[in-house]
């Protein structure tokens, strides 16, 4: 089974540079990749090392979302971490900065944080889905 039968929800790309900040400190900054009803995935890059990269899944995260040119802020979204793996890519960051991917499951949404969400997937997203 993939991905994307796993998945509930459809993805969808964003139409324009999203940006996601995940952790209490943001520590994980990075640009979103695709994004649903259920939760979104995106990419960031890190030190190695970053205390603030976890191998064990944190149970109470917040993450935002945003487009600055847009004025768009969606912020403490309630999520899960599902996953946050290195990106094997040809090229290489000096100094041991790596790509990551990384996954999150949306949790309870106070109904203007759906609201912000449901004009994001209106406005800024195209129809293609990744997976």
Do not use: W
């Amino acid at each position: 089974m993939n991905a994307d039968e796993r998945r509930k929800y459809k993805r969808f790309r964003p139409k324009q540079v999203t940006f996601v900040a995940l952790g209490p400190l943001s520590n994980r900054l990075g640009n979103l990749l695709d994004i649903g009803p259920g939760g979104l995935r995106f990419e960031y890059v890190s030190e190695t090392d970053n205390p603030g990269v976890t191998k064990i899944p944190v149970p109470d995260e917040k993450v935002d979302i945003f487009i600055s040119q847009e004025k768009y802020y969606l912020i403490d979204v309630p999520c899960k971490l599902i996953y946050d793996t290195e990106i094997r890519r040809g090229f290489r960051f000096p100094l041991g900065l790596k790509y990551r991917n990384c996954g999150l499951r949306f949790g309870k949404l106070n109904a203007r944080q759906y609201e912000k969400l449901k004009n994001y997937f209106t406005y800024f997203t195209s129809d293609n889905a990744s997976h």
